[in-house]
């Protein structure tokens, strides 16, 4: 999503990586948008606003495990201005009936 140049010249920055993942993510290219966030969650581990939204990248993905374990990871690093909470609200609508899909 953002310029290639761009994203090469800040590929180690952990907000650019989040930013590209959420803006693929809403863009519904769910593939790119994970790995984005991925990259944005090894760069700085300690961020809750990439944990969670790599956790509703994979309920979408239907990475149910791993989703759940990057909401947990969110959790507990807690969030003071909200976001996570707003990220994580959005997931039960992936997550209901995941089950039933085989």
Same mark, same amino acid.
């Given at each position: ?6 994203? !090469? ?13 959420? @803006? ?24 809750? !606003?990439?944990?969670?939204? @790599?956790? @509703? ?30 990220? @994580? ?14």
């Amino acid at each position: 999503m953002l310029g290639k140049s761009l994203l !090469a010249s800040f590929a180690g920055n952990w907000e650019v990586q989040y930013l590209n993942g959420v @803006l693929e993510t809403k863009c519904g290219k769910l593939r790119q948008g994970r790995r984005h966030l991925e990259q944005s969650v090894n760069l700085n581990p300690s961020s809750a !606003a990439s944990h969670a939204a @790599l956790a @509703l990248v994979l309920a979408q993905l239907k990475d149910l495990p791993e989703a759940k374990e990057q909401m947990q990871k969110a959790l507990a690093l807690g969030d003071s201005s909200g976001e996570v909470k707003r990220t @994580l609200s959005k997931l039960p609508q992936y997550l209901d009936g995941a089950g039933s899909e085989h």
